[in-house]
């Protein structure tokens, strides 16, 4: 192989391993065993080019002098006074199995709480690793889901089952109710879409006031909205709110 062949970039197509609905296709240009560029997939239907802020630099996250790639160990207090010290990685394992035996041994295993979610988990480290470690440890159980179920309760109380429909679909909805969600910070490729959706309503809205009035879309979206404030007057009545799901 010549030096130039060697040297012509890999391109290798990848999805972001981000628990988001965007789900962005992305483009890694590998040269000579380093990734040189990262960027998102231009014929990726949602992500059409363009990545998050929090994606985007994610060669950083490989390649960024100050990445943490040892263990570490504080020394002195928490806070600002703190240090922290480079130990080995049998040294971090032994100390860590330590604490826990002594847990174990002074309040059961169910002392322990593993905190963690899903994040940039892949199913293996998610799902299946993690989950044998804590169940054979006899560990606490936390209900796997440490923003989510929040957020999938509302979903079920308002809407009666998690669905949703493809982002592409908002084009097509003549009235658009974005609560408690800001799809600007969690789900930018929406945006465009609403976007769109909200030009078409604002020329709805301009064509009702005109002289082509449509009283009966009109009135079917005010009863959408009256109805949506009832539902949420009911959740928030006392009454309400001592009832289970
Ligand atoms: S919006 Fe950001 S986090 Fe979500 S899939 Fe795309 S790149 Fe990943």
């Known amino acids: 192989m010549t030096a130039r062949a060697m040297s012509t970039p890999l391109q290798i197509h990848g999805v972001c391993p981000h628990d988001c609905p965007d789900t962005c296709g992305v483009i890694t240009e590998v040269r000579d065993g380093r990734a040189v560029s990262f960027r998102g997939d231009p014929d990726h239907p949602v992500t059409q080019g363009w990545l998050c802020a929090k994606v985007r630099p994610y060669l950083d996250h ?8 040892y263990p570490l160990r504080r020394v002195g207090p928490k806070g600002g006074g703190g240090r922290w010290e480079r130990i080995g990685w049998p040294e971090a394992v032994a100390e860590i199995a330590r604490r826990w035996q002594e847990i174990i041994a002074r309040y059961g295993a169910e002392a ?6 899903s994040g940039t988990l892949g199913l293996l ?3 299946v690793s993690s989950a044998r470690l804590w169940n054979r ?3 606490s159980q936390l209900q796997r889901s440490i923003c989510g179920a929040a957020a999938e309760y509302a979903v079920e109380t308002t809407l009666g089952t998690r669905w949703s429909q493809p982002y592409g679909d908002v084009v097509h909805s003549k009235l658009v ?3 408690g969600h800001n799809p600007v910070s969690t789900a930018p490729h929406f945006m465009p879409l609403l976007r769109q959706a909200q030009h078409a309503r604002t020329t709805l809205e301009r ?13 079917r979206h005010e009863h959408c909205l009256a109805a949506a404030r009832a539902r949420a007057r009911r959740r928030r009545s006392p009454a309400s709110r001592g009832r289970g799901r």
């Open 177 to 179: 109710i974005i609560w």
């Open 137 to 139: 440890l006899g560990a």
């Open 62 to 69: 490989v390649y960024h002098p100050d990445r943490l790639l």
């Open 207 to 219: 064509d009702a006031d005109g002289t082509t009035a449509d009283s009966s879309e009109r009135s």
């Open 125 to 127: 480290q998610m799902g």
């Open 112 to 117: 322990i709480l593993p905190y963690s979610y």
